[in-house]
């Protein structure tokens, strides 16, 4: 049996290290900051915000920064605090517990390794854009949660995703920083010789070298490829610098890292999985590395691409995300093998073999290459990710399999899910807890278990539902005096933001990737009814965020019309935008609106997870029918807009947008302040009730694993 070398060690090492700064009654603190099993223990947080809570922010929530710049008063006013040690020992005995648990493999033949672009774990690892990272992070703790064989792998960006700027126009500014791995819980994984385990893949005209670094997510390894490496010229630095890099050649080197070198990299630690589960089509390129792999190791005349890539076929799953199509990459043929042809040569594959394999017309020549065609034909399985994306991703890819009708394209669909100790507010967890059980979240999944939310009180449930609302407000108005001051606003008005919204008015959000399909502008399409709906004594606040990628100049301009229109109303404290939108604010934002807010225009939307999350919380959902709320919505649970397409785009935007202005100001609005004799909307909480009992239980993270292990990874194909 092969030896691993996984990083295991260089953990213990790193740990070791950062103890001898502490006390000893601390020392547990230590080897907690290198797991980020921590920020979804109930108390974990709190470890850190007891000792200063400021501090704790300013080091981005990263406990091992944190604990590296305090002050040693701290650490000696901490350790010799007896309710803050037994606090720290609780923690610690429950994440000890929970790690010695024994694995569960979900294949015979090895763990699953989970190959994606992106992981968003926790905001101080800044490895992610989006809802394809959320999901991907939201996947390990899961997979943590239920003991099972997985290790993720993906790329160590240095500088990650953008941070955005707005200025006093609304326009769009971008910046990057660049994080120090000396103060993040990641370790280098290194070699039974002590050196650090380094892959190389052929990328344009020489070799791309990379390291490998450990993360540790409760029972789930993360290893993450870096190329910040000496021997690497500043070009092949630059690969694993930022996350979705504008240009071509970046992002074709990227993915042949994550793919080839990825497969290289396990082999280096002596992980052998059973399964490769590509999230999206990035790491398609894995399947020629295996594949090149197998044609070593056969005797007699090699086969051709096609038969290796059928010979391990059932090593292979694919998870499509996007029916868009900008995020199904494509290149030119001279663009695709001038980065990557270096590597498909020196792994023996047909460049002309491989170009039909990546495009949707194999007999083409002029058609571009893309990575969805390649991982849908080299894959045992394909899953959208949702049951309406499902359909929409086996009318997309037909003709890839041009002897079948629509309804017989073997593509199936896995719902998304979000991982409830994540996304769930601590409010709620308590709630919840005093009344479906303190070990409730371990069942999640069980919908009769959420049958008991109808014995919640409405006063303990609306009170919940005003303490989160509260905690959005808070800090809504620190964040935005900053905000305003940063871009050059009016002292005063940017002052007047600690006023800005108001605790007891209906809230809703709308907060995700400012994409033109989003529809952000569809919220602004009549000025006057939305006035209406805001400027009344009873009236609503709307709280906007999200980021739109540094080339899309488009929805940088959709969110410059909404400043505009904005301005317009003259109601800048009740339409706010908020900055630099990320999981550092996602959980409050999510956990505080009364209504969540979605109008993609179908069926483009492939799930959308956001909603999932808000409604683990109490908020409503009111949402286009597409993604997962076509699935999701039963009549009673939120509120819906037709997720029909008109061939007009105007005409269909004018039909969506008067629907949601009936919704707001017909039902949403006055069920909302409808009180009774104690100030209670008793008709709202029996939606909240009806949103719980239907949503959470489905969406859960703990559903959607168990969904890919019967359906897709023990399944046989």
Aim: aromatic share 8%; proline share 5%; glycine share 6%.
């Amino acid at each position: 049996m092969t030896k691993r070398f996984d990083g295991t060690r260089d953990v213990r090492r790193a740990v070791e290290r950062l103890a001898r700064r502490l006390p000893e009654p601390l020392e547990d603190l230590a080897w907690i900051s290198y797991n980020y099993l921590w920020s979804w223990t109930p108390g974990g947080a709190e470890l850190f915000t007891a000792i200063d809570d400021h501090r704790f922010t300013l080091a981005g929530e990263n406990p091992v920064r944190f604990l590296l710049n305090l002050p040693e008063r701290d650490l000696l006013r901490a350790a010799t605090d007896q309710d803050y040690l037994t606090s720290l020992d609780r923690v610690a005995r429950r994440m000890e517990a929970d790690l010695a648990r024994p694995s569960t493999r979900v294949t015979a033949a090895g763990p699953v390794a989970f190959l994606c672009a992106e992981f968003a774990v926790h905001q101080s690892l800044p490895v992610y854009s989006g809802g394809l990272g959320v999901l991907a992070g939201d996947y390990l703790k899961e997979s943590s949660d239920q003991a099972l064989d997985v290790v993720g792998l993906g790329l160590l960006y240095r500088r990650g995703y953008l941070h955005q700027r707005m200025d006093r126009s609304g326009w769009q500014h971008e910046y990057w920083v660049e994080a120090n791995t000396g103060q993040l819980p990641v370790v280098r994984v290194r070699g039974a010789d002590g050196q650090p385990v380094k892959v190389k893949v052929p990328v344009w005209d020489s070799e791309l070298t990379a390291q490998v670094w450990r993360v540790n997510v409760g029972r789930t390894t993360l290893f993450l490829l870096d190329t910040e490496l000496k021997e690497n010229t500043p070009l092949q630095r630059w690969v694993t610098s930022r996350l979705y890099e504008g240009s071509h050649d970046i992002r074709l080197a990227q993915y042949a890292l994550l793919g080839i070198g990825g497969v290289r990299a396990l082999d280096a630690m002596g992980i052998a999985p059973g399964l490769f589960h590509m999230n999206e089509g990035h790491p398609a390129l894995a399947s020629l590395e295996v594949a090149a792999q197998t044609a070593s190791q056969l005797t007699g005349e090699r086969p051709d691409l096609t038969r290796l890539l059928a010979i391990n076929q059932d090593r292979f799953a694919f998870t499509t995300h996007t029916p868009v199509p900008a995020g199904n990459e494509t290149y030119s043929s001279q663009e695709f093998f001038r980065v990557l042809g270096h590597s498909i040569d020196e792994m023996g594959i047909d460049r002309d073999q491989l170009a039909a394999l990546t495009r949707i017309d194999a007999t083409s020549s002029d058609e571009p290459l893309g990575f969805s065609p390649l991982a849908i034909r080299c894959s045992r399985s394909t899953n959208g990710v949702s049951r309406r994306h499902g359909e929409v991703a086996r009318e997309m890819w037909r003709p890839l399999f041009s002897d079948r009708s629509t309804a017989d394209v073997p593509i199936s669909y896995v719902t998304n899910g979000v991982h409830l100790p994540t996304w769930m507010s601590p409010t709620m967890r308590e709630l919840l807890s005093r009344f479906l059980g303190h070990d409730w979240e371990r069942h999640a999944h069980d919908a009769n278990m959420w049958s008991h939310v109808d014995e919640i009180p409405d006063i303990d449930l609306w009170d919940a539902r005003c303490k989160m609302r509260l905690h959005l407000v808070e800090m809504v108005r620190a964040r935005i005096v900053v905000d305003r001051l940063a871009r050059g606003e009016d002292v005063d008005l940017a002052v007047s933001g600690l006023d800005a919204f108001d605790p007891t008015l209906l809230t809703l959000g709308f907060a995700r990737r400012l994409a033109t399909y989003k529809r952000l502008d569809l919220l602004f399409h009549n000025i006057d009814r939305l006035r209406d709906i805001i400027d009344h004594e009873l009236g609503a606040q709307f709280i906007i965020a999200g980021k739109a990628h540094p080339l899309d100049n488009e929805a940088k301009t959709v969110a410059q019309n909404m400043f505009s229109v904005n301005r317009q109303m003259d109601l800048l404290n009740r339409v706010i935008f908020l900055e630099d939108y990320d999981m550092r604010v996602a959980p409050s934002l999510v956990a505080g609106c009364d209504v969540w807010l979605n109008l993609p225009r179908p069926p483009m939307e492939a799930s959308g997870t956001s909603g999932m999350k808000a409604a683990m919380n109490g908020s409503l959902n009111l949402s286009v029918l597409d993604g997962w709320w076509s699935e999701g919505y039963n009549g009673q649970n939120g509120w819906a807009i037709d997720g029909s397409t008109l061939d007009d785009p105007r005409e269909q935007d004018e039909r969506d947008a008067n629907a949601l202005y009936d919704l707001l100001e017909n039902e949403v609005k006055p069920m909302f302040f409808a009180r009774d004799s104690n100030g209670i909307p008793v008709v709202w909480l029996s939606r909240i009730r009806a949103s719980l009992r239907s949503l959470a239980p489905m969406y859960s993270s703990a559903r959607m694993v168990e969904d890919y292990n019967e359906r897709i990874y023990r399944h046989q194909h």
